[in-house]
């Protein structure tokens, strides 16, 4: 059974700082690219960043540049967000998710569950 875990969030005050955390399992990701997209309530899902997996290329959302970073220990099929200066709207529910096609999540083939992060102002 092919699995991805989210953890990290939580409740943060503006300014502060989260580093989320992705564990896949039941496969290796070693083809795919992982990485983040987000849910705010009464929006949309959509794209925070990536990371392709065996070139390690990464992109970003206009939103989250410059404030976050995403990396990837293929060692424990993990990938990471850390997120800096967090601001209330970046409080949402953070999902992961694993792309064997396209390196930027266009057509993901697993999710997480999704973890809630929480900014304060």
């Known amino acids: 059974q092919v699995q991805l875990v989210e953890s990290g969030g939580g409740l943060v005050q503006a300014g502060g700082s989260l580093r989320l955390s992705c564990a896949g399992s039941g496969r290796t990701f070693s083809s795919y690219a992982m990485g983040w997209f987000r849910q705010a309530p009464g929006k949309e899902r959509e794209f925070v960043a990536a990371i392709s997996w065996s070139t390690s290329r990464t992109f970003y959302a206009d939103s989250v540049k410059g404030r976050s970073t995403i990396s990837r220990d293929s060692a424990k099929n993990t990938v990471y967000l850390q997120m800096n200066s967090l601001k209330p709207e970046d409080t949402a529910v953070y999902y992961c998710?694993?792309?064997?096609?396209?390196?930027?999540?266009?057509?993901?083939?697993?999710w997480g569950q999704g973890t809630q992060v929480t900014v304060s102002s």
């Open positions: 998710a694993a792309d064997h096609s396209t390196p930027t999540l266009r057509a993901p083939d697993y």
